[in-house]
């Protein structure tokens, strides 16, 4: 059967796994809405995805097996790094008015611990004296640069990132990356452009060779690069937008004055849970969430660390009782069906630290309330850097050389490191968190997770 093209208003940066498996869905259901992807970096989603037509399938993981639903949204895919003339070209089309983004936070190239431009980057370097751009926000510099040389209006630029305020943080990054290369393109993105902020939410582990195979078997069709994703999924967006956009309100996307108190819930609830679980639960000798939290300590101690550190930190959105998303969120983690792999909730740990912990942390503090399964988790996640490859986080060298014999001076070390940790609340961390550590490396993780909840 020929499936009736879309035409390509939206250009996303990095189309992964996450967006088809997330945006996607939202807009299989609108009519005239189509994407071009754009890998940043290799080729292997666009030949995976080529022989279909773009076309995939996206599977919902359930205790009693798979759903799946062919979505035909991607038109076509370039690779920046074979062709950046024709991502500029893309992105300076008149027909497109959107631009998402899920370049994972440290395609942000930004300072974790302050949200400024990181214009030691080695791409952000590349980018300020080269026209072919290397970065997301090169690339998006650089495209709204030949839409203003065209009198064309700009795009809007959608981050759907775990990042807080995220589309503030693309904003600064793509203003100051601007101010380097032109001044009065700085001045006009600044004016002119919208960077409206969005919390997603659906998780979406690795998809396996099983379950490709299982895919073929379902549905009678070989897909080299089908998407596997929880049933449950969330999309808030900050009611920023502006220009001739897709109506996604109309297909399940909340549209909100303020996405603040649902970004924190989520962050702090979903993804600070997650890392902590993947932390500990890797040093305990679990490979996946559902394992993990079937364990009877690891469910004590989230149920701590959710009840008695996180919720105290938090303003519940509207309509919503914290407890009660505390208690979804164990269900959604349990979920046999997902064999979400911790392996791949650790990566980039460096760039999700302030988010998932330390903001909660510094919350916590100011309160002047007790942080036992939160510092417990920043222990496993420095555990955990000390053999990492440099593949696994971008900061993996420096981490590995924090580590020396003597576990306190690790902690010192680590808590040195300015792109991750501010220096009033390393002050603050030094103490408590050495004597965490010492106890992890001497006692175990098994050992410490009793001890939070006991």
């Known amino acids: 059967m020929t499936v009736a093209q879309r035409p390509i208003r939206i250009v996303h940066l990095g189309l992964g796994a996450f967006y088809r498996a997330h945006a996607c869905t939202y807009l299989q259901k609108l009519e005239g809405w189509g994407v071009l992807g754009v890998s940043l970096r290799s080729a292997s989603v666009r030949d995976a995805m080529r022989p279909r037509n773009y076309r995939y399938t996206a599977a919902a993981l359930t205790p009693d097996g798979m759903d799946l639903q062919q979505i035909d949204v991607v038109q076509d895919m370039l690779v920046a790094p074979e062709d950046p003339v024709a991502v500029i070209a893309a992105l300076a089309d008149p027909a497109v008015s959107l631009v998402t983004m899920t370049v994972t936070e440290k395609g942000y190239c930004h300072d974790p611990a302050t949200g400024a431009l990181n214009a030691g980057h080695v791409g952000v370097k590349s980018d300020i004296t080269n026209v072919l751009p290397q970065t997301a926000p090169g690339f998006l510099v650089r495209g709204l640069q030949a839409r203003r040389t065209a009198g064309l209006s700009p795009f809007t630029v959608l981050s759907c990132d775990n990042l807080p ?205 007790r942080i036992d399964a939160l510092s417990l988790a920043l222990a496993g996640w420095i555990a955990c850097t000390a053999n990492q490859s440099n593949e696994v986080d971008p900061m993996a060298a420096k ?56």
């Open 165 to 369: 305020t995220n589309g503030a943080v693309a904003r600064r990054v793509t203003i100051e990356l601007a101010r380097h290369v032109d001044p009065d393109l700085a001045d006009w993105i600044a004016a002119e452009v919208a960077f409206p902020a969005s919390m997603v939410d659906r998780i979406v582990p690795a998809t396996t060779a099983e379950d490709i195979a299982q895919i073929a078997a379902l549905s009678g069709q070989t897909d080299a690069a089908p998407v596997v994703h929880e049933p449950f999924t969330q999309w808030i967006i900050s009611d920023e937008l502006a220009g001739d956009l897709p109506d996604l309100a109309a297909v399940g996307a909340q549209i909100v004055p303020d996405i603040a108190p649902f970004e924190r819930m989520k962050l702090r609830m979903l993804n600070g849970a997650h890392s902590a679980v993947a932390y500990l639960g890797s040093l305990a000798g679990f490979e996946t969430v559902a394992d993990a939290v079937a364990d009877n300590a690891i469910a004590r101690y989230l149920d701590a660390l959710w009840h008695n550190e996180i919720i105290p930190t938090l303003t519940a959105p509207s309509d919503t009782r914290l407890e009660d998303y505390a208690g979804a969120l164990m269900s959604r983690f349990a979920n046999t069906g997902i064999q979400h792999q911790l392996s791949q909730i650790t990566m980039d740990g460096s760039q999700k630290l302030p988010q998932r912990f330390l903001d909660t942390i510094e919350d916590r503090l100011a309160q002047g309330g």
């Open 399 to 454: 981490l590995r050389d924090c580590h020396t014999t003597d576990p306190r001076q690790t902690v010192r070390n680590i808590l040195s490191l300015s792109a991750i940790f501010k220096d009033t609340l390393s002050t603050r961390l030094i103490d408590p968190l050495s004597d965490v550590y010492t106890e992890l490396i001497k006692k175990g993780a098994r050992a410490m997770l009793a001890a939070v909840v006991r």
